[in-house]
């Protein structure tokens, strides 16, 4: 592909930093950034205010069909994400509009995409994900909760657990067990739900350091309409495999990471150390110089899943590569940053704090993209099986 943007993208580009550079000026002292704005009400409405802004605009339907109000193309998503990653705004909800919106105009019926896409487009639902359970995360197709359909209802009983945002979101989307005698693969129905819905209890638990990112959700004889349905009934995990590709290529990662090597870079060259700047020792310009190229190749990398993505032939290995990629990126630049900081990468509430505590925060929870979305080890599999055509283990 060819990756020179057009004068027009040009300019494209030059307004989502203008507005994102306006909306950072405005957010409240307490937004630490990424999924911070769930742990406070003053985060969480600034992270509102800013979906409502992009959502006034058209930036959060780019990409989509224009019959349901889409504009632009895919490149034009791209270019407001590396936007938005760069000043670490919210207002971008990725379970709605990164997760849910591509797989419900993939996926469902006309009425679902009727009744729910205008809510995402204009920033004012927020969603959540009901998916993972105690005893069933990288193999989902082993959840119990059960969805057993009574007239023109699902009645649904169960437990679920890691639920970012629940807390928070309006609406939640959830696969569950709706036949429990057809084989596993082909037991699931894929649901959305709101999350007021008498019967459904959500139980936080906080990080170590505090942050409340996490959930848990118990569902006891909850009433879901039939025509909630993403898909068939029974044939929820063809709805998970579309949905999961969707989730694992989230561009919001992968540009998040832009300012922090800069952020980095002028670190260095501002921070004297026996009597030298530290660009200037050998060790550590290698070491930035592998994080600048690495972020070089997972930029790349989301165009061209963005590219794949407008031409509709995104298979399950590209969006786990990505993953893949830029998940272990984080992890690396967090390990590397708190290193160069020294005893101040330790502190975050403290004028001794460097860039506002920003490495302290990452280097706790740099293992969270590791995990979540799937393992790395589980998207090593299926980059082996699916995109290279090796053997499964026996």
């Known amino acids: 592909m060819d990756f020179k943007l057009t004068p027009q993208q040009e ?28 742990n406070d009400d003053e985060s969480w409405e600034y992270h509102r205010y800013c979906a409502r802004e992009f959502g006034k605009r058209g930036w959060l339907t780019f990409g989509w069909p224009a019959e349901y109000g889409g504009q632009g193309d895919m490149m034009d998503k791209v270019l407001f994400s590396e936007a938005v990653g760069y000043y670490g705004l919210p207002g971008v909800d990725e379970f709605g509009v990164a997760m849910l919106a591509p797989t419900l105009l993939a996926a469902a019926s006309e009425e679902v995409k009727r009744e729910f896409l205008p809510g995402i487009a204009s920033g004012d639902v ?44 309006d609406w939640a989307f959830g696969v569950y067990r709706s036949d429990p005698q057809a084989p596993k693969h082909k037991n699931l129905t894929f649901m959305l739900c709101d999350m007021k819905t008498p019967g459904i209890t959500v139980k936080g638990f906080p990080y170590m350091n505090g942050l409340h990112i996490y959930n848990e959700v118990y569902l006891d004889d909850v009433h879901i309409p039939a025509n909630q349905i993403v898909g068939k009934e029974g044939e929820g995990w063809a709805v998970v495999n579309v949905l999961a590709g969707f989730e694992r290529s989230n561009m919001g990662l992968v540009y998040g990471l832009l300012s922090g090597v800069e952020q980095l870079v002028k670190y260095c060259n501002e921070t004297k150390r026996n009597g030298k700047p530290l660009s200037q020792d050998p060790i550590i310009r290698n070491r930035i110089a592998d994080l600048a190229i690495g972020l070089e190749a997972v930029r790349t990398l989301a165009m061209h899943i963005a590219d794949m993505q407008s031409r509709h032939e995104m298979g399950l290995m590209d969006a786990a590569a990505v993953k893949v990629f830029s998940s272990e990126l984080m992890e690396k630049m967090a390990q590397i940053s708190t290193d160069l900081l020294g005893v101040h990468g330790q502190v975050k509430h403290s004028r001794f704090a460097k860039m506002g505590g920003t490495w302290e925060e990452s280097y706790q929870s740099c293992f969270v993209p590791i995990i979540s979305m799937g393992t790395n080890e589980i998207q090593r599999n299926i980059i082996a099986w699916y995109g290279l055509g090796l053997p499964r283990m026996k």
């Open 126 to 169: 927020m969603w959540c994900e009901l998916w993972s359970e105690p005893n069933a995360g990288s193999d989902l197709a082993a959840l119990t909760t059960t969805a057993i359909k009574k007239g023109d209802e699902f009645i649904v009983n169960g437990q679920k657990t890691w639920n970012t945002a629940a807390h928070r979101a």
């Open 11 to 38: 300019e494209r580009r030059k307004e989502f930093y203008k507005v994102c550079g306006e909306l950072y000026a405005k957010k409240p002292e307490c937004f630490v950034g990424g999924e911070g704005k769930l």
